[in-house]
């Protein structure tokens, strides 16, 4: 074999070799993928808690949640600034110092804060992108935790951690993590948009399949009729 040759297969094995590699972790191109549990999840003996989450437009993220076991409540709405700014219109213009955010309220003796951050990493959203996410850009899409506790903040900065010390993500999760300060539901069109809007070419392909992938990667997490914010 001469050099050449040698060159063209020790390179094609190489890169088999990697793809090998890359294959046994989510990529923050292909999510929808089995992530490991939260190491520290503390368990909490209280009938319901709440955990507000950014990551995308609100209408995917409401619509993942409805469908999480446990999970008896979701608002789409707007944290990270202040109550006077909290209207779509001043959000969508990138400056207000919103996110487009969920308030879930659950049952933390059915699902725990650990295993809703869990599937916020691996199928609701991509944690690896900054101050945008699919075809939405501006900080109002960002990737944040709200933590409503000093325990969920302690938790969520704490499973970061170790998902990027295993090297799950393709790059580092750029998810920022602070306090819960407020949080405003959005109009009341933004409510259940998914839901009342399944036909939508931007739910169809941005949305639809983090739901697919819900049911898909966490069975056991998934209830196929969701807890709709209409009906409470």
Same mark, same amino acid.
């Given at each position: 074999?001469? %050099? !050449?040759?040698? +060159?063209? *297969?020790? &390179?094609?094995?190489?890169?088999? #070799?990697?793809?090998?590699?890359?294959?046994?972790?989510?990529?923050?191109?292909?999510?929808?993928?089995?992530?490991?549990?939260?190491?520290?999840?503390?368990?909490?003996?209280?009938?319901?808690?709440?955990?507000?989450?950014?990551?995308?437009?609100?209408?995917?993220?409401?619509?993942?949640?409805?469908? %999480? !076991?446990?999970? +008896?409540? *979701?608002? &789409?709405?707007?944290?990270?600034? #202040?109550?006077?700014?909290?209207?779509?219109?001043?959000?969508?213009?990138?400056?207000?110092?919103?996110?487009?955010?969920?308030?879930?309220?659950?049952?933390?003796?059915?699902?725990?804060?650990?295993?809703?951050?869990?599937?916020?990493?691996?199928?609701?959203?991509?944690?690896?992108?900054?101050?945008?996410?699919?075809?939405? +850009?501006?900080?109002?899409?960002?990737?944040?935790?709200?933590?409503?506790?000093?325990?969920?903040?302690?938790?969520?900065?704490?499973?970061?951690?170790?998902?990027?010390?295993?090297?799950?993500?393709?790059?580092?999760?750029?998810?920022?993590?602070?306090?819960?300060?407020?949080?405003?539901?959005?109009?009341?069109?933004?409510?259940?948009?998914?839901?009342?809007?399944?036909?939508?070419?931007?739910?169809?392909?941005?949305?639809?399949?983090?739901?697919?992938?819900?049911?898909?990667?966490?069975?056991?997490?998934?209830?196929?009729?969701?807890?709709?914010?209409?009906?409470?």
């Amino acid at each position: 074999m001469n %050099v !050449k040759a040698l +060159t063209l *297969v020790l &390179a094609a094995a190489a890169v088999a #070799s990697i793809a090998a590699l890359l294959s046994s972790h989510a990529s923050a191109g292909d999510l929808n993928k089995e992530i490991p549990a939260a190491a520290s999840d503390p368990a909490n003996s209280a009938a319901s808690e709440v955990a507000v989450l950014a990551g995308g437009c609100f209408w995917g993220q409401q619509g993942v949640f409805e469908h %999480v !076991k446990g999970v +008896t409540k *979701v608002v &789409a709405g707007y944290s990270g600034g #202040s109550n006077r700014t909290a209207r779509y219109d001043t959000v969508s213009e990138g400056v207000s110092g919103h996110a487009e955010s969920v308030q879930i309220t659950f049952d933390p003796r059915q699902v725990t804060f650990g295993q809703l951050l869990r599937v916020y990493f691996s199928v609701a959203h991509d944690p690896t992108e900054l101050d945008r996410q699919g075809p939405d +850009t501006g900080s109002q899409y960002r990737s944040e935790i709200f933590a409503a506790s000093p325990e969920q903040e302690a938790a969520a900065r704490a499973y970061i951690a170790q998902l990027d010390a295993a090297h799950i993500f393709a790059a580092p999760i750029v998810t920022k993590v602070g306090p819960l300060k407020g949080f405003y539901p959005a109009e009341d069109y933004h409510q259940d948009y998914l839901v009342k809007n399944p036909d939508s070419s931007y739910i169809r392909t941005n949305d639809l399949p983090k739901i697919a992938g819900l049911k898909r990667v966490w069975p056991d997490l998934y209830r196929e009729t969701p807890v709709l914010l209409a009906e409470k």
